[in-house]
């Protein structure tokens, strides 16, 4: 290894700094938010920011791909969909990387 990019002290506070906003954000909602987990990257940033929202939320997952090894194909492909239905619920879409877009873009085509 040659630096510490981030200490797990500066982790914490970037996932507990994410909960309250996302608490703050969605305390008003009538309806369940759903956090949605784009698989698998997303995982353990969920896991972390979770301990920090104070409200009810559904936690769900979707799996999507656009790599073929490491390289970006241009399309998507929906490996897993989503177990909840979204209809009339905030979605909170919790994402590991953007770095094309691509996978972005077909989400929110998907979900609106």
Known sequence: MH????TSEEIEACYQ???KEITEALKN???RPIL??????AM???IGMMKYVELPVIVDYIHISSYE??????KVNLLKDMSFDPEGRTIVIVEDVVDT?????YLKQYLW
């Open 3 to 6: 630096e510490i990019v981030m």
């Open 17 to 19: 700094k994410v909960g």
């Open 29 to 31: 909602e009538t309806k």
């Open 36 to 41: 949605l987990c784009v698989m698998k990257g």
């Open 44 to 46: 353990t940033f969920l």
């Open 69 to 74: 090894g490491t390289s970006t194909t241009g």
């Open 101 to 105: 877009g691509i996978s972005m873009q």
